[in-house]
T-cell receptor, first 116, second 114 residues
Framework: GAVVSQHPSWVICKSGTSVKIECRSL??????MFWYRQFPKQSLMLMAT?????????EQGVEKDKFLINHASLTLSTLTVTSAHPEDSSFYIC????????????FGQGTRLTVV | QKEVEQDPGPLSVPEGAIVSLNCTYS??????FMWYRQYSRKGPELLMY????GNKEDGRFTAQVDKSSKYISLFIRDSQPSDSATYLC??????????????FGGGTRLMVKP
């Protein structure tokens, strides 16, 4: 299957700092990427849809000023958690699809963020 | 009520058993159905996807969709300890219907004991 690479796989940061997470489609171009958040033993919660060359679409309840998304190219989307707080600690996962229908979505390996 | 319901488990089976994992859903607009496997602290891995009703087989895995009952299943034959993971069902509507976002079940944790 297609490969989606996410970096870093884990990060620890201090409260008040910002953290950037990268999501790359390695062997295909992705017009759209998706960012999810996952709490322990829970399913994936869609945070936002990242569109190449345009503004991201955020789900209800997700602060766009806190979770900045940039989709600068067809192979790279970034999620920046700004002014991080301990409650932002979570597992963040991105996905990208080979087709516009998002039928076969491939996920990155996830980033575990711990804010201390 | 959640759009997609999935028993969280854990489901514990002996090695070699046939495993049945299920999801029910309420949105009749869903047409594409996927199963993902997620190991601890890893991203989900796509196992199979099916369109509309019917069966699809891939090796030890069989996916079934019954749209009339709004019920999907994943069967794992000859289960192995390496199958121990959380299995997530996901689904979405036709293109243009609520975009191309996936709606996930909560996941079922499976443990296959040697």
């Amino acid at each position: 299957g297609a490969v989606v690479s996410q970096h870093p796989s884990w990060v620890i940061c201090k409260s008040g700092t910002s953290v950037k997470i990268e999501c790359r489609s390695l062997d295909f171009q992705a017009t759209t990427m998706f960012w999810y958040r996952q709490f322990p033993k829970q399913s994936l919660m869609l945070m936002a849809t990242s569109n190449e060359g345009s503004k991201a679409t955020y789900e209800q309840g997700v602060e766009k000023d806190k979770f900045l998304i940039n989709h600068a190219s067809l192979t790279l989307s970034t999620l920046t958690v700004t002014s991080a707080h301990p409650e932002d600690s979570s597992f963040y996962i991105c996905s990208a699809s080979l087709d516009l229908l998002n039928t076969e979505a491939f996920f990155g390996q996830g980033t575990r963020l711990t804010v201390v | 009520q959640k759009e997609v319901e999935q028993d969280p488990g854990p489901l514990s089976v002996p090695e070699g058993a046939i495993v049945s994992l299920n999801c029910t859903y309420s949105n009749s607009a869903f047409q594409y159905f996927m199963w993902y496997r997620q190991y601890s602290r890893k991203g989900p891995e796509l196992l199979m996807y099916t369109y509309s009703s019917g069966n699809k087989e891939d090796g030890r895995f069989t996916a079934q969709v019954d749209k009339s009952s709004k019920y999907i299943s994943l069967f794992i034959r000859d289960s192995q300890p390496s199958d121990s993971a959380t299995y997530l069902c996901a689904m979405r509507g036709a293109f243009g219907n609520a975009g191309n976002m996936l709606t996930f079940g909560g996941g079922t944790r499976l443990m296959v004991k040697p």
